[in-house]
């Protein structure tokens, strides 16, 4: 390989081979100007760690270091676009076929320079730019701050070290940033010293890691702080003894010790860490959009110990978390302690709804799924909180309604909709948590139906729930005592009807012979079960079986049946055409020409007689006003 030799001044400085590699650098350091045409940098011996290089300026030709196909190193493609736009993307041997002649794979730039204080890059380099000496590549990420730098930046670890991290722990594009204070004192001044900086008018996606190693308090701090969520910023504080008050500052301090507890003392990590359970509804999302794992992993952490705090509550807010997460993990003797603070455990109720608290019907609805019979009913019989219910004039169950339903805590998917204080997974269920057995779970229905519902209506939403949860047997021994009829009635306005009309939907997507039960009950009842939302319907695309059974004993809505069909012959479905017309349920005239409207169109020949078979089946047995022969196909 041919290497060529440049002048810098009046020594011969750089060694660059004939593929535009810097091979070495001689010169005496202090401003050193990489020459146009340099495309890559040689990874190891190009620069003496004793030379004093003070700035490196880069051309618009670099590119970084040339990508060895065996090194572990992550590289980088540079696509160049019809009229010179370029794009920059991740290599992997994956997408290696679907390269261009002009597309350049390399590595970002890395280098050990102990004396550099700035960096300066050409304005038309494609890769990167440089802000107050620091280089960035171009409008993503910080990728190195000068070892001299004047400002107080410190990267946690270069770029390939970091992407050779796990990709659980590394969601941003580029690795932290440390920003060191040497303030006591966390002000206002000393972090509007910190947003001036020009790199922060970037959309940088590094964390800002703000370190104050030695601060030990909060100064006063106005509401101008409210940047901080915006550029992606923690506080590590290791000395810091902060309140509980719901702050900004606050929340950044508690992810901070989240983001590097091993900084902290016992003492404080035991303060920081009820402080996170505190705070965990807000905290926890806060960590999965920042893209922090590492804090999402502490808090997993801290569920998987099932403590409840010890901490005193300073506020009704607090004591009905405290007493959710007792009926959670706890004792008796731990409920009772949380029933013994000064605090209401019911809320107070009021008609905006703004203003709701739900603690005791959270404190219920959680023993119903998590917690268990014996606590629900040591809640009940407990004193304080006994009390408390006798208070108040609208009966708890109506509390379930206004917020949630019954079937939402014993039913196939939780509904925790209503503030309980925890973290709500994709699934409805607090902290990941798996609900107690069914027959747990009605064992805690039948204690609260009975002590809130009169006897008849509990019996019906008893054997409603025995039904859709499969306890067949129950269900038999129930309906002998409940007009299905009478109850549907009486429930079918408002909130009963959200409860009925979710618990048959959910019901009809992860059990759905449970709502043939069902069906029948009411039907041995004198009375149809009402499907009357598609979104029942919907769920019984992939059980034709079911479809077969409840469609001839089931009040399904016309509209819902044929879009279901129009759904069906789309898809070539035959097998649930076939279920629609022998469920035994029969069609009008226009229904049915619907029905041969979407066959035809679909264009399947089988499904088309199929159903002109059935029309002819159903003119000799109901002597029809219309013939197979009057329609057009």
């Known amino acids: 390989m041919a290497v060529d030799t440049y002048q810098q001044g009046h020594s011969m400085d750089f060694e660059i081979?004939?593929?535009?590699?810097?091979?070495?650098?001689?010169?005496?350091?202090?401003?050193?100007?990489?020459?146009?045409?340099?495309?890559?940098?040689?990874?190891?011996?190009?620069?003496?760690?004793?030379?004093?290089i003070t700035t490196l300026s880069l051309p618009s030709t670099l590119l970084g270091h040339k990508h060895d196909p065996l090194s572990s190193c992550q590289a980088h493609v540079l696509k160049v676009k019809t009229g010179g736009q370029v794009k920059?993307?991740?290599?992997?041997?994956?997408?290696?076929?679907?390269?261009?002649?002009?597309?350049?794979?390399?590595?970002?730039?890395?280098?050990?320079?102990?004396?550099?204080?700035?960096?300066?890059?050409?304005?038309?380099?494609?890769?990167?730019?440089?802000?107050?000496?620091?280089?960035?590549?171009?409008?993503?990420?910080?990728?190195?701050?000068?070892?001299?730098?004047?400002?107080?930046?410190?990267?946690?670890?270069?770029?390939?070290?970091?992407?050779?991290?796990?990709?659980?722990?590394?969601?941003?594009?580029?690795?932290?940033?440390?920003?060191?204070?040497?303030?006591?004192?966390?002000?206002?001044?000393?972090l509007e010293q910190f947003i001036k900086t020009t790199v922060l008018k970037y959309n940088l996606s590094n964390l800002k890691v703000l370190y104050f190693p030695d601060a030990t308090k909060l100064g006063k701090l106005s509401q101008r702080t409210t940047w901080l969520p915006r550029i992606r910023s923690v506080i590590v504080a290791p000395k810091l003894k902060i309140d509980d008050s719901d702050s900004t500052i606050n929340h950044l301090a508690i992810m901070g010790y989240g983001y590097r507890p091993d900084l902290y003392a016992q003492e404080l990590a035991v303060r920081y860490q009820e402080l996170m359970q505190d705070f965990e509804d807000n905290l926890y999302l806060d960590a999965i959009d920042y893209g922090i794992p590492s804090i999402a992993n502490v808090y997993k952490s801290l569920w998987e110990q099932h403590e409840v705090s010890k901490l005193i509550p300073n506020s009704e807010e607090q004591a009905c978390k405290r007493l959710i997460e007792a009926v959670l993990y706890g004792s008796m003797d731990d409920i009772s302690r949380v029933l013994s603070y000064n605090f209401s455990f019911l809320g107070k109720f009021k008609e905006d709804r703004e203003d709701y608290t739900h603690g005791g019907v959270a404190a219920l609805a959680v023993a119903c799924r998590y917690g268990g019979y014996d606590k629900i009913k040591f809640l009940l019989e407990h004193e304080?909180?006994?009390?408390?219910?006798?208070?108040?004039?609208?009966?708890l169950i109506d509390r379930f309604k206004d917020k949630i339903s019954l079937w939402q805590v014993i039913g196939f998917v939780a509904g925790f909709a209503w503030h309980v204080f925890f973290y709500i997974n994709a699934d409805g269920e607090i902290r990941d948590l798996k609900p107690i057995s069914i027959d747990e779970r009605f064992k805690c229905l039948d204690?609260?139906?009975?002590?809130?519902?009169?006897?008849?209506?509990?019996?019906?939403?008893?054997?409603?729930y025995a039904c859709l949860m499969g306890r067949e047997e129950l269900a038999c021994k129930l309906i002998e005592q409940v007009n299905f009829k009478d109850f549907y009635k009486k429930n079918a306005v408002k909130t009963g009807l959200l409860a009925i009309e979710e618990g048959i939907r959910d019901t009809l997507e992860f059990s759905p012979r449970n709502v043939v039960i069902l069906a029948k009950a009411f039907k041995d009842h004198g009375c149809k079960l009402p499907l009357t939302r598609f979104s029942q319907v919907r769920n019984?695309?992939?059980?034709?079986?079911?479809?077969?059974?409840?469609?001839?004993?089931?009040?399904?809505?016309?509209?819902?049946?044929?879009?279901?069909?129009?759904?069906?012959?789309?898809?070539?479905?035959?097998?649930?055409?076939?279920?629609?017309?022998?469920?035994?349920?029969?069609?009008?005239?226009?229904?049915?020409?619907?029905?041969?409207?979407?066959?035809?169109?679909?264009g399947d020949p089988e499904i088309v007689s199929f159903m002109l078979d059935y029309q002819s089946r159903y003119r000799k047995q109901d002597d029809g006003s219309w013939s197979r022969q009057s329609l057009t196909l």
């Open 88 to 190: 920059l993307k991740l290599y992997s041997k994956a997408n290696a076929g679907g390269l261009g002649n002009s597309d350049a794979i390399f590595e970002f730039l890395e280098l050990d320079l102990p004396s550099l204080e700035n960096y300066i890059v050409d304005a038309n380099n494609p890769v990167y730019i440089a802000t107050d000496g620091v280089l960035m590549v171009k409008d993503r990420f910080v990728l190195d701050v000068p070892k001299q730098s004047s400002l107080p930046f410190e990267m946690e670890c270069n770029y390939q070290e970091y992407m050779a991290l796990d990709a659980s722990l590394r969601t941003f594009e580029g690795p932290a940033v440390w920003v060191k204070f040497h303030h006591k004192t966390i002000s206002l001044l000393a």
């Open 540 to 602: 019984l695309y992939a059980h034709p079986e079911i479809i077969r059974e409840l469609f001839g004993i089931a009040n399904v809505n016309i509209s819902h049946i044929i879009n279901l069909v129009d759904h069906a012959c789309s898809n070539h479905a035959k097998e649930v055409i076939e279920a629609v017309f022998e469920s035994g349920r029969h069609f009008s005239p226009q229904a049915m020409q619907s029905f041969l409207n979407s066959a035809t169109e679909c």
């Open 384 to 395: 304080k909180f006994n009390c408390a219910l006798n208070e108040i004039n609208q009966s």
């Open 17 to 52: 081979s004939d593929d535009g590699t810097l091979m070495r650098y001689s010169g005496a350091g202090g401003d050193v100007v990489i020459p146009e045409g340099v495309k890559f940098i040689e990874r190891d011996g190009v620069f003496d760690r004793q030379t004093e």
């Open 447 to 464: 204690l609260l139906a009975h002590r809130f519902y009169e006897p008849n209506d509990a019996l019906g939403w008893m054997c409603f």
